[in-house]
């Protein structure tokens, strides 16, 4: 099943509740035709340690978690995730996804994850391998792939990402896991298509989403054309 999760990290933060709205259609801007709404709420969490960016933590995940329905899905771009990702489960996130890259002990951690009734993803930089983390990933519930340099929004797709996204989906075939393919960054109508093909099936949205005068139109725009160009496993 493809799922749209439009990134926060590119909405009206000083009106956060109507940006909300915006992916939802609860209580929507003028203008706003209607459709699906999104499937998930995508938040970027960064320290300006593992990242070069500041962006939120705590605080601002609970706001959204007290304002909306939807599942929300806390990307920690920060060092120590394995000390601090519990935090977001507890509030109640339901999925966190910390980086491989500073995760000390990502089984002990997903499983950790798990027993606080969230579920557990893992997430790749670009030249990150995924032979990383291939022979854990049984633990997890998401692969999040990194499709640009993570950080800031409104960046470009990196189409040598493709091969690794079809090798991701080749081994979750493989060993028969039942994990989904999450993909971040650069994602627009154009680039979800590859990425569809290539085997990803949740989508992360920032500015394609944001930067459109009618936001739902835009998450049905994507939706359609990921779903149109999925892979034989979905």
């Known amino acids: ?22 992916i939802t259609g609860d209580g929507g801007t003028e203008g706003v035709t209607g459709g699906d709404g999104a499937d998930g709420i995508h938040v970027d969490v960064m320290d300006n340690h593992f990242v070069p960016n500041l962006s939120w933590g ?41 980086h491989a890259e500073a995760t000390t002990a990502p089984v002990r951690l ?11 993803g893992i997430a790749l930089r670009p030249a990150t391998p995924l032979e990383a983390v291939a022979d854990v990933l049984g633990e997890f519930d998401l692969l999040l792939l990194m499709t640009v340099e993570p950080g800031f929004g409104g960046q470009s797709f990196i189409e040598s990402m493709l091969p690794k996204i079809r090798r991701a989906r080749e081994l979750v075939g493989a060993r028969g896991l039942d994990l989904r393919i999450q993909v971040d960054g650069g994602i627009t ?41 999925r892979h034989d496993h979905q």
């Open 1 to 22: 099943m493809t799922a749209i999760h439009p990134s926060i990290l590119n909405c009206d933060i000083a009106h956060l509740a109507d940006e909300l709205d915006r």
């Open 189 to 229: 109508s154009q680039t979800i298509e590859r990425a569809a093909e290539a085997g990803a099936d949740v989508f992360v949205a920032g500015s394609a989403v944001y930067r459109a005068d009618d936001a739902l139109a835009a998450i049905s725009e994507l939706r359609d054309a990921a779903s149109s160009h």
């Open 110 to 120: 997903a499983r950790e994850l798990h027993r606080l009734g969230a579920g557990a």
């Open 58 to 98: 705590l605080p601002v995940v609970e706001a959204v978690l007290a304002h909306t329905s939807l599942p929300v899905d806390a990307h920690l771009m920060i060092r120590n995730a394995d000390r601090w990702a519990p935090a977001y489960a507890e509030v109640g996130c339901q999925i966190v996804t910390p």
